[in-house]
């Protein structure tokens, strides 16, 4: 298998999608070669940061009339991980709130997943979903939806257990909604790949692709891999970040990788770094709860700029925040891009 010829003015490569002006953003450290560096004064959560949460980590945002809104994995002071809205000015003081994300079904009554974590927030069109991981008999995939930020209503589940790392695009394609996951058993799988599956109404799920395997040259996502935060519409691809974690004898190391998906049909890898672009390094990414995570959720992005912050958990135990733009991660994933032979759905030709 051989890619085309990369001859792309990534200068000219532009993020397709809303101004943000307001986003949080820091230039890059003078003399840093790096891909993505984080912000100075993180983590922009820090531990116990409301009575009855122990820490926050793996949390989506989004902007929302002229704030910030995320959706919060708070893990509570007896371990068990919910969701909580938060909001802010600027993308980076959150006021986080202290009773629990309210869910009814779709019949109005309540409804509260035994847990939640690692949510994410995604709008299409005028509605907002978040996709979390929940107990189905086990992790499986939960959704909810909501417009005002008010009232929230959880959808049917999208697929049966085990599964993990929903993502839905941010748009339709071709009139489906497209949701990346992992399936995984119910524990701390030590396997897994991306997937992509299709839905006309978000009910009846199908047409299900591989999109990207773990492995390829390196280590660091030797095994399994995860989507990330909401793929970025560019005019080359769908840009998105996604978790790899490798093995080591003292436990697992989770770092963050980018690839490109292709624009029309996203179970086609355009380009995929063979190195990751943030990797356990700071204090609070080293040691936590769980040492050695970095685990991205959720990007702010600007397209008048190219400007993307991305937020991710640190540690199990923080956010923190890293940026890069547009163009600096297309240069990055071309000069480094590797062809991952399991990249290629499996019979097709
Ligand atoms: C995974 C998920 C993530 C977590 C990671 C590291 O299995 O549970 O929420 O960040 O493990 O503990």
New binding site residues.
């Given amino acids: 298998m051989s890619k085309l010829s990369v001859d792309l003015d990534t200068d000219n490569v532009r993020i397709v999608g809303d101004s943000l002006p307001e986003m949080p953003w820091q230039d890059k450290p003078e003399g840093s070669e790096a891909p993505v560096w984080r912000h100075s004064e993180n983590p922009v959560i820090g531990r116990n940061p409301v009575p009855g949460i122990a820490r926050i ?2 949390s989506a945002v989004a902007p929302y009339e002229g704030r910030f809104v995320g959706v919060f ?1 708070a893990e509570t002071i007896n371990g068990r991980p919910h969701l909580h809205l938060g909001w802010s000015d600027d993308g980076l003081a959150w006021d986080i709130e202290t009773e629990r994300l309210h869910l009814v079904d779709e019949e109005g009554d309540d409804y509260q997943p035994n847990y939640a ?2 949510p994410r927030l995604v709008r299409v069109e005028d509605t907002y979903y978040i996709i979390w ?1 929940t107990d189905f008999y086990g992790a499986a995939l939960g959704i909810a939806q909501t417009k005002d930020f008010k009232s929230f209503v959880r959808l049917e589940n999208p697929f049966l257990p085990f599964n ?1 790392n929903g993502v839905l695009f941010p748009r339709k394609l071709n009139g489906n909604y497209v949701l990346l996951s992992r399936p995984s058993d119910s524990g ?2 030590p396997f897994g790949d991306i997937f992509l599956s299709e839905s006309p109404d978000l009910v009846y799920w199908g047409k299900h692709r591989h999109v990207m395997s773990k492995g390829g040259q390196g280590w660091w996502q030797s095994v399994k891999i995860g989507g990330g935060p909401a793929p970025i519409e560019t005019t080359v691809g769908w840009l998105m970040f996604y978790h790899g974690v490798t093995g080591t004898c003292n436990g ?1 190391v ?1 770092s963050m990788g980018v690839t490109v998906l292709d624009l029309d049909d996203p179970s086609k890898v355009k380009y995929r770094s063979s190195n990751f672009v943030l990797t356990p390094e700071e204090w609070y990414e080293e040691r936590g ?2 040492p050695n ?1 970095v ?1 991205p959720c959720a990007t702010l992005h600007d397209a008048d700029t190219g400007r993307i912050a991305i937020y991710y ?1 640190a540690a ?1 135990t923080y956010v923190g925040v890293a940026y890069t733009t547009v163009s600096d991660m297309l240069k990055y994933v071309i000069a480094t891009d590797e062809v991952v032979a399991d990249d290629h759905e499996l019979g097709r030709m």
């Fill in positions: 980590f793996n994995r974590y690692d991981c993990r701390h799988t697992l989770y709860f769980v995570v685990f958990g199990d």
